[in-house]
Nanobody, 130 residues
């Protein structure tokens, strides 16, 4: 069984930065991509970024975080990162990482829906103060 653990969350002032880390303990049967999502109470989990596990690396971002957030990976460490810059109070949320085991649609490379991902971490709280 693979367990994902997110770390690096905390309290930061608006305009500041945080770097989140997601470590995969154990082995997944397969890994196509890893992604970052966030969620606030009462709202749907929101896609932020995804990175393919091999090649490129190729990445894709939600418009809301593009040019502010950067996803990266270290395959040897089974780890994915999310560098977050220029944080705003609206970025306050619980941040989750996830594994997508395989592609599910021919011709589609980047997946953004929570249903596309198979393994989830417990989340780490990010709070941005004004």
């Amino acid at each position: 069984q693979v367990r994902l653990v997110e770390t690096g969350g905390g309290l930061v002032q608006a305009g500041g930065s945080l770097k989140l880390t997601c470590f995969a303990s154990g082995r997944a049967s397969s890994t196509y991509a890893m992604g970052w999502f966030r969620q606030v109470p009462g709202k749907e989990r929101e896609f932020l970024a995804t990175i393919l596990w091999t090649g490129g690396p190729d990445t894709y971002y939600a418009d809301s975080v593009k040019d502010r957030f950067t996803i990266s990976r270290d395959n040897a460490k089974n780890t994915v990162y999310l560098q977050m810059n220029s944080l705003e109070p609206e970025d306050t949320a619980v941040y989750y990482c996830a594994i997508q085991r395989s592609r599910t649609e021919i011709g589609v490379y980047f997946y953004t829906r929570i249903s596309d991902y198979d393994i989830w971490g417990q989340g780490t709280q990010v709070t941005v103060s004004s």
